[in-house]
């Protein structure tokens, strides 16, 4: 696995945390103008899901291609039947998945936003960069730091996110 250097970047609204971490899994130094640009292209591109919007901007603009696993399968069969682009697969969200994809690389990751240090409970896209023991690289769009989650502290954020927030957890990978 090729270790992935983040340069830091503070992620300049309050919903661009997902342009912040495409930009950085596909290896584009993010700025504000690439950040606005994708955040506002995928709400116009695709005003029925926020993260096709986003993966579909990437394919567009970077040429790259991007898997996207959701954790269940109303999501699933929603974005099947809204003819997404991007390759889409049902796989439960958990640490086998998790630590198999990052085994392949950086990994963009939906979580409980509270669990990051917030006083709100909402969605958060990270970037989760490798696992060191039982501790997870990650890197926070939010704050633009690169720190360690415990697996504990991951496991209770997809836990959360899925009883308390009432969302499937999804992670967005290169397809290498």
């Known amino acids: 696995m090729k270790k992935k250097f983040i340069k830091k970047y503070k992620q300049s609204t309050v919903e661009s945390c997902l342009a912040c971490c495409l930009l950085?899994?596909?290896?584009?130094?993010?700025?504000?103008?690439?950040?606005?640009?994708?955040?506002?292209?995928?709400?116009?591109?695709?005003?029925?899901?926020?993260?096709?919007?986003?993966?579909?901007?990437?394919?567009?603009?970077?040429?790259?291609?991007?898997?996207?696993?959701?954790?269940?399968?109303?999501?699933?069969n929603?974005?099947?039947?809204?003819?997404c682009k991007e390759k889409v697969v049902q796989r439960k969200i958990?640490?086998?998945?998790?630590?198999?994809?990052?085994?392949?690389?950086?990994?963009?990751?939906?979580?409980?936003?509270?669990?990051?240090?917030?006083?709100?409970?909402?969605?958060?896209?990270?970037?989760l960069l490798n696992k060191k023991r039982k501790k997870y690289v990650?890197?926070?769009?939010h704050t633009g730091i690169v720190n360690t989650i415990t697996e504990k502290r991951l496991k209770e954020s997809i836990k959360s996110y899925l009883i308390r927030l009432w969302m499937a957890p999804q992670i967005i990978a290169q397809n290498l």
């Open 78 to 83: 929603h974005l099947k039947k809204a003819r």
């Open 138 to 141: 990650v890197y926070d769009p």
């Open 24 to 76: 950085t899994l596909i290896g584009q130094k993010p700025t504000r103008a690439k950040e606005i640009s994708m955040l506002f292209d995928a709400l116009q591109y695709n005003p029925d899901d926020f993260v096709t919007g986003h993966i579909e901007h990437v394919m567009r603009k970077y040429k790259k291609e991007l898997i996207r696993y959701v954790h269940n399968n109303p999501l699933y």
């Open 94 to 127: 958990d640490m086998n998945i998790i630590d198999e994809l990052l085994h392949r690389g950086t990994i963009a990751i939906s979580l409980n936003a509270r669990h990051f240090g917030k006083v709100y409970h909402y969605p958060h896209w990270v970037l």
